[in-house]
């Protein structure tokens, strides 16, 4: 490939609303033209990264026995309305209509087809396992789409689902499928984790998501250095304290805390640790008729210590809570505490409520908590003595760096990352509802039970970026890179040694499977370089008249801070060697 056939066209500044490195390096280089908020053009530059990651996608899961198909970017709504998906999923499901008024959608994915394709095509026992893919277009009407690629309305997904006899068989597939997944990312050459997800509503622990590692990273990933323990943040565990609950030393007391309506204030005032204290938050569930009319509200306390935050996906596993809670009103947090938000807390509550307290505020003693009036806090608040003991105790709190890891080895650390795939095992949530069954061998229809596996194809490189660029550029690892090598001339069109020995590189290396670039533009030597280390081709050797007359080449990786000379009848050999370190 010559620079001059192509499209290269870099840009010095990066637009004003490109906020991450991702963005910036990506608009710069070429790879991506925005067309609208959250709509991008991919360039070919930016296609070439994206052809080579979907090459890297097809191979490991054909290798791994699931069978490529391609369905429509527009369904028809009908079957969203069978699983009631189309009334569920909100806004960010954009509906459309055709000429006649009948109702579609621009698809976020794709389980109602493939399950509408397994009920036909699958109808014996003898059919399955089966596992289906596609790389196709997706769009979700993000309320405020950001970062470039990274949450961009439209964008390409690898989407797979698995079809099983049952839930053994389709654990098998869940394994096979996160086998392929690490094969996968380990052939990207980017640092990741295969982290514990949660499962939602649907339960089990067969969620995992992969996430590559980036300090701008939208998710917190938990592990532990001394183990393989890895969740994200919704999923690890924080475990109930080991030491047990202190006996009372102080004696209950309201205190004045005027204006001080936090934990950190109140702390502060009081010159006490921020973990003797207590925050309050309150929720509320909604019992309805068959009207969806509300007949009866539960509100709920939740007590976690001042320096914890509440981890919501914990909260709704809650007894009670599990069915769907809300946050309350200040009307309903008035009516049932008699104050407002910031000085509410378990005691002389004005109505009943349910108490849950998180296993770390389940063994304090002598804590201080809003005392239901403006301006005071109840100091010395000891379990059993001033309040009974809470209706729940349960986890309901984000773990922090230090916590000790739930397998019992070590200590957690937390570190950013960027989710680009999931596994995930749905059971009978779509086969269900739209009455995908299978016969088996006595003849008796079955459920199929299913699996979902996602990898965000355009995602992919801009997590790339965020792990692997400096202050030139973009650095791409070699396997998904635009180009392999690029061999840089310089004064190609004054010499004919270079012109020859430039041609001459380039063939050798094309013949032998090499995907390089020849920069043939004519540009100096400084804006040519520039380009390159931008773009973030991983190889390149430059060839001068100078080089060649001392018979020598150079040749400068992108992450090499000096260029290394090399004998101009060795760099082929030299360049295929590093190629394949």
């Given at each position: ?17 490109a906020e991450v490195a991702s963005h910036q390096l990506m608009m710069r280089a070429g790879m991506i033209k ?548």
């Amino acid at each position: 490939m010559k620079a001059s056939q192509f499209l290269v066209s870099t840009l010095k500044e990066a637009p004003a609303d490109a906020e991450v490195a991702s963005h910036q390096l990506m608009m710069r280089a070429g790879m991506i033209k925005k067309l609208g908020a959250g709509i991008y053009t991919w360039m070919p530059m930016g296609l070439r990264v994206l052809r080579k990651i979907e090459g890297i996608v097809r191979e490991e899961m054909n290798r791994a026995g699931a069978v490529e198909l391609l369905m429509p970017v527009i369904q028809p709504a009908e079957y969203w309305q069978e699983t009631g998906r189309y009334q569920s999923m909100g806004p960010e499901l954009l509906r459309i209509k055709d000429r006649h008024d009948r109702d579609f959608i621009v698809q976020p994915t794709s389980e109602e087809v493939v399950t509408d394709i397994a009920r036909q095509e699958l109808r014996s026992y003898k059919q399955l396992p089966r596992n289906l893919y596609h790389i196709q277009t997706k769009f979700r009407d993000e309320r405020r789409p950001r970062f470039g690629v990274m949450r961009s309305r439209e964008f390409i997904m690898k989407d797979a689902y698995s079809f099983d006899r049952d839930v053994t068989s389709a654990k098998a597939s869940y394994q096979v499928m996160a086998k392929a997944y690490r094969a996968i990312f380990d052939r990207f050459g980017l640092r990741y984790r295969a982290v514990a997800a949660d499962s939602g509503a649907i339960g089990g622990d067969l969620s995992e998501e992969f996430q590559v590692i980036a300090a701008t990273g939208e998710d917190a990933i938990v592990y532990c250095p001394n183990s393989d323990y890895a969740a994200n943040m919704e999923k690890a565990e924080a475990l109930a304290p080991s030491k047990p609950r202190g006996a009372a030393t102080l004696a209950l007391t309201k205190t004045a805390t005027p204006g001080k309506s936090t934990c950190a204030d109140v702390a502060q005032l009081l010159n006490v640790p921020l973990q003797s204290t207590v925050k309050s938050l309150v929720l509320a569930t909604d019992e309805t008729n068959e009207r969806g009319e509300i007949v009866k509200t539960q509100v709920w306390l939740l007590l976690l210590r001042g320096d914890h935050d509440m981890n919501e996906i914990k909260a709704g596993k809650v007894p009670g809570l599990d069915v769907g809670f809300r946050f309350a009103t200040v009307a309903e947090v008035i009516d049932h505490f008699g104050t407002k938000p910031g000085y509410l807390g378990p005691i002389n509550t004005s109505r009943p409520v349910k108490i849950v307290a998180d296993r770390e505020v389940a063994v304090m003693s002598d804590w201080i908590c809003g005392a239901n009036e403006a301006d005071f806090h109840m100091t010395g608040v000891n379990w059993g003595r001033d309040l009974p003991e809470p209706d729940v105790i349960a986890d309901l709190r984000n773990v922090v760096e230090g916590d000790p890891s739930p397998d019992g080895k070590g200590t957690l650390a937390i570190e950013r990352g960027i989710e680009v795939g999931h596994v995930f095992y749905l059971g009978t949530k779509y086969s269900k509802p739209m009455q995908a069954t299978f016969l088996d061998e006595t003849g008796k229809p079955q459920l199929m039970e299913m699996g979902c596996y996602g990898i965000g194809i355009t995602r992919l490189p801009a997590a790339a970026i965020e792990q692997n660029h400096d202050e030139r550029g973009i650095i791409w690892p070699d396997a998904i890179a635009p180009f392999g090598v690029v061999v840089c001339p310089i004064g190609m069109d004054r010499s004919a040694e270079v012109k020859a020995a430039a041609q001459k590189l380039h063939d050798e290396l094309e013949a032998a499977g090499v995907d390089v670039i020849l920069d043939d533009r004519g540009e100096r030597p400084g804006a040519m370089f520039a380009d390159w280390e931008l773009v973030g081709v991983p190889h390149r050797v430059v060839i001068s008249d100078r080089g060649l007359k001392e018979g020598q080449l150079e040749y400068q990786h992108r992450r090499d801070a000096a260029a290394t000379k090399v004998a101009a009848a060795e760099v082929f050999g030299f360049v295929k060697a590093r190629l394949q370190a």
